[in-house]
């Protein structure tokens, strides 16, 4: 027979696990297994490594081999979706898309990469892009990663894409392009130069000059951004026409680089000119 045990006398006689969770780990791996080392563990875990999602966006635009590597490793990364600054958001699949690789993009959509309008466009799926079209009208002029139109997408889709083409040239609407004001040869070099927002070594800010224009990045990796300029020195970044990026002071050469993204103004003054540049 079984003696009958009170509730005081079976928790005194039981451990209880609730004290010792390790005791609960499934698997081969024990929590003295586990590494104690705090740098083998990224700042933003579980979210996934900022490195290899940037690596993969990156790859998509038009390395097969090398997404086809980094989906081996982590077929999740077929998902990630990368801020190239001031909001211009872009995802694996949207590389492919705007790129018009077909085979990146359907090997990410095999991984589990949600497939939107402008995929559809690149792939030439006329039935779906006319349902999005009849189901909210005037979509067709919004604009995808780094304001790059519909109609650029489908286009980019090859023969493949020619009837979706077609009916985009027909609907119209679909290529859109930004509002910008010329910008003279002396104002736009008066804009080249190097910013500090801070004293870090990385709270640099380089402009360029890019054909007839200007560009935008942070030293010493970030993604150059091109700037549409919109009168008076003012600019707003490719993909991101909400921000402001104004450069003030002098009548030859700015002083002060002012950007404005609707949660923060941060304001960079011009550092002397680096030989060369």
């Not at 707003?236 to 950007?259: E, L, N, Q, Y």
Request: charged content about 20%; aromatic content about 6%.
């Amino acid at each position: 027979m079984i003696p009958h045990l009170s509730r005081r006398a079976f928790l005194a006689a039981v451990p209880p696990l609730c004290a010792a969770p390790a005791l609960l780990v499934t698997g081969p791996a024990r929590a003295d297994d586990v590494a104690s080392d705090p740098a083998g563990v990224p700042a933003g875990y579980p979210a996934q490594d900022p490195d290899r999602v940037r690596a993969i966006v990156g790859a998509s635009h038009g390395s097969l081999d090398k997404v086809r590597e980094l989906l081996a490793e982590s077929p999740e990364l077929a998902k990630a979706a990368w801020d190239w600054g001031y909001g211009d958001w872009e995802t694996a699949l949207g590389a492919a898309s705007h790129t018009g690789n077909r085979p990146i993009a359907e090997l990410l959509i095999a991984h589990g990469a949600r497939p939107d309008l402008f995929t559809f466009a690149m792939l030439g799926h006329l039935d779906v892009v006319r349902a999005y079209v009849a189901a909210q009208p005037g979509i067709q002029g919004v604009p995808g990663p780094h304001g790059l139109t519909l109609l650029h997408h489908a286009r980019r889709g090859g023969p493949d894409a020619a009837a979706v083409v077609a009916f985009l040239e027909e609907v119209g609407g679909a290529d859109p392009r930004p509002v910008t004001v010329p910008l003279a040869a002396a104002a736009r070099d008066g804009c080249v130069g190097d910013y500090a927002f801070g004293p870090g070594a990385g709270e640099l800010l380089a402009v360029t000059a890019k054909d007839d224009g200007l560009a935008i990045k942070r030293l010493p990796d970030g993604s150059s951004r091109g700037l549409h300029h919109l009168g008076d020195r003012v600019f707003h970044p490719a993909g991101a026409p909400a921000v402001r990026i104004a450069f003030m002071g002098g009548s030859d050469r700015a002083a002060t680089v002012r950007i404005d993204d609707g949660s923060r103004i941060v304001e960079a003054r011009r550092l002397s000119d680096p030989a060369g540049r």
